[in-house]
């Protein structure tokens, strides 16, 4: 079927491939929601787009785009918890805090992806929202979504 979110004549879409099956789709109880096309309507039956991922689930642990280089720094509040527990982390920039990335990654950021301050990261990181605008710009600017 279809898919208006992606017509036919664009190009790119996976053949046979439909968006029941792309993480992207966020089933609901009358109207699924697609959260790479800023949460448009979609049905499970239509032809999936080039965004196509075809994953259980988002799985921060192999993607850590939004701890690499899809930004540059994490902006840290005066108040936050963080500032006093890792003063050596923050600086200050253009009247902010913010903690800059140490080349392409944040300095939190370890090998496996994981944060090694992740029960005390900072506000910014606790709101980020997985499947959000954001993660999906994050994923993109990194590639990993189209
Ligand atoms: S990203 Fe594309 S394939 Fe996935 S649900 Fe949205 S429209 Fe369908
Ligand atoms: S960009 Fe999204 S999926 Fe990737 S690590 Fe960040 S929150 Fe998780």
Do not use: I
């Amino acid at each position: 079927m279809v898919n208006p979110l992606w017509p036919p004549g664009r190009g790119g879409a996976a053949p046979d491939t439909t968006c029941a099956s792309c993480v992207w789709r966020r089933p609901g109880k009358v109207v699924d929601r697609c959260l790479r096309h800023r949460r448009a309507r979609v049905r499970a039956e239509w032809a999936a787009c080039p965004a196509h991922t075809a994953e259980a689930s988002l799985d921060c642990l192999s993607c850590a785009a939004c701890c690499r280089e899809a930004y540059h720094t994490v902006e840290v509040g005066r108040r936050d918890p963080f500032v006093r527990l890792h003063p050596e982390l923050v600086r200050e920039q253009d009247g902010r805090l913010q903690m800059p990335r140490a080349g392409t990654r944040c300095p939190c950021l370890q090998a496996d992806n994981r944060c090694v301050h992740y029960e005390d990261r900072p506000r910014t990181c606790r709101d980020f929202e997985r499947g959000g605008a954001n993660c999906v710009e994050a994923r993109r600017r990194v590639g990993l979504t189209a």
